[in-house]
């Protein structure tokens, strides 16, 4: 069974939860991740942010080396999609007219419509975390499901 992860960049959200959950290494199980606007990433593979968290938490042997830009044909591979905020699923329900039969849409904050400056990076590095506190807690509720289907 594949998990879909989807943000807006790639760089962070979907990352962040695409490492985690592949961290479990739960057998017919496997996620991936992409972002509706990854190619027009400026910062990079990943974004400093996420890396730190990646380092800090042991994820780095489930960590994706580059971004990935959301597609049909890639949106109908996954077998449950998640998608990181109601913006995202709304975009890819109108851009690609994709209708998922599994899918759950939640409400993680990404730092661009949080952080407008390069002074706020303690408060970055805070928020981030927490946004990764928030991002395991919905993968470990999601995981008694996940499992059921992939039976």
Known sequence: ?????????????SRLA?????????????AVSSGVAASLN????????????IQHHHLIPY????????????????DFTVFMDNDVYTYCTEKFGYKPENFEVWDIKDTDSTFNSSSEEIKKVQFTEGVFEEIKNRINQLLP?????AI
């Open 42 to 53: 400026q910062c990079g593979p990943v974004s400093w942010y996420a890396q730190r968290i």
């Open 18 to 30: 695409e490492a985690y959950l592949n961290s479990k290494e739960l057998p017919n199980i496997k």
């Open 145 to 149: 499901k996940l499992r059921e289907k």
């Open 63 to 78: 960590e994706k080396p580059v971004w990935d830009q959301t597609t049909r044909p890639l949106l109908e591979e996954g």
């Open 1 to 13: 069974m594949t998990i879909h992860f989807i943000c807006k960049g790639n760089t962070f959200r």
